[in-house]
T-cell receptor
């Protein structure tokens, strides 16, 4: 149980275009999902906390107009990178916490999406 | 500020035991997680400690001392597949995970 999927697993796009990444909780409902970004050999960086039915909470330094997050249902959150640039190339990972998890607040991670902007 | 300190890289031999240490400073504390991350993949959950002491789970054990702001992950009977990065992530008073860069563990035959 507690499986989180992401789509696509990798994407290459041209500079200036937008890319949408989906994060789904397959066997549980997630009122809260998290979006992370990770550059090579660096730590996970929390970008935003996505709450179902309300606006996402962005971390300091993360442009909310550039990284659009929508959490329209209890099983789906999307991250849209708008007007992508090469510096946005990174590994984007989502996670979710199942309700009533035995390990309090344990986050289950999706497999990640590798974005390359050319 | 909030800070995580782990060794950048460690090397161990297949079949041996290795201990990965982590010291942390957070605003409040709601437990500490250890995650394993293979290169190019997302992290996977290993353990969670909220009380002082040792939690054993198969080949992996995790220890916590809240007063010292210290935790370690102990891996026994190392296998080649254990080559990965190990992330120590304490949870602060807002229930937010604080991530360090992790420890890259290299297992040699």
């Amino acid at each position: 149980g507690a499986v989180v999927s992401q789509h696509p697993s990798w994407v290459i796009c041209k500079s200036g275009t937008s890319v949408k990444i989906e994060c789904r909780s397959l066997d549980f409902q997630a009122t809260t999902m998290f979006w992370y970004r990770q550059f090579p050999k660096q730590s996970l960086m929390l970008m935003a906390t996505s709450n179902e039915g309300s606006k996402a909470t962005y971390e300091q330094g993360v442009e909310k107009d550039k990284f659009l997050i929508n959490h329209a249902s209890l099983t789906l959150s999307t991250l849209t990178v708008t007007s992508a640039h090469p510096e946005d190339s990174s590994f984007y990972i989502c996670s979710a916490t199942p309700p009533g998890a035995s390990e309090n607040y344990e986050q289950y991670f999706g497999p990640g999406t590798r974005l390359t902007v050319t | 500020g909030q800070n995580i300190d782990q060794p950048t890289e460690m090397t161990a031999t297949e079949g041996a035991i290795v201990q990965i240490n982590c010291t942390y400073q957070t605003s409040g504390f709601n437990g500490l997680f250890w995650y394993q991350q293979h290169a190019g993949e997302a992290p996977t959950f290993l353990s969670y400690n909220v009380l002082d002491g040792l939690e054993e789970k198969g080949r992996f054990s995790s220890f916590l001392s809240r007063s010292k702001g210290y935790s370690y992950l102990l891996l026994k009977e190392l296998q080649m597949k254990d080559s990965a990065s190990y992330l120590c992530a304490p949870m602060d008073s807002n229930y937010q995970l604080i991530w360090g860069a992790g420890t890259k563990l290299i297992i040699k035959p």
